[in-house]
């Protein structure tokens, strides 16, 4: 199993950037998938952002030219830089590795606040 814990949430003004990172533990050698979902209130939880082993990365449509995700296998790690954040970024960011065998782990969460 994987254990997943996240930092680098908080509060930002419109316009400004955050960088979240995901420090995984256990079984790292064997992630396949590391991303970013975010989950707003009363909303279902979305994918942000995803970069597999082979580096292909996956963003979803509204953060597609504002936010870079990258990874670091060899440590287990994830990152997500965001920049140009705006108000409807405001969510619960959650770290998720998908290891090979479909194994699905998540962190904690870490909240983001953008203040218009």
């Known amino acids: 199993q994987v254990q997943l814990v996240e930092s680098g949430g908080g509060l930002v003004q419109s316009g400004g950037s955050l960088r979240l990172s995901c420090a995984g533990s256990?079984?790292?050698?064997?992630?396949?998938?590391m991303g970013w979902f975010r989950q707003a209130p009363g909303k279902q939880r979305e994918l942000v952002a995803e970069?597999?082993?082979?580096?292909?990365?996956n963003y979803a449509d509204s953060v597609k030219g504002r936010f870079t995700i990258s990874r670091d296998s060899a440590k287990g790690t994830v990152t997500l830089q965001m920049n140009s954040l705006k108000p409807e970024d405001t969510a619960v960011y959650y770290c998720?590795?998908?290891?090979?065998?479909?194994?699905?782990?998540w962190g904690q969460g870490t909240q983001v606040t953008v203040s218009s």
């Open positions: 970069v597999t082993s082979d580096d292909v990365t």
């Open positions: 998720r590795a998908v290891e090979r065998g479909a194994f699905v782990s």
């Open positions: 256990g079984r790292i050698f064997n992630i396949y998938a």
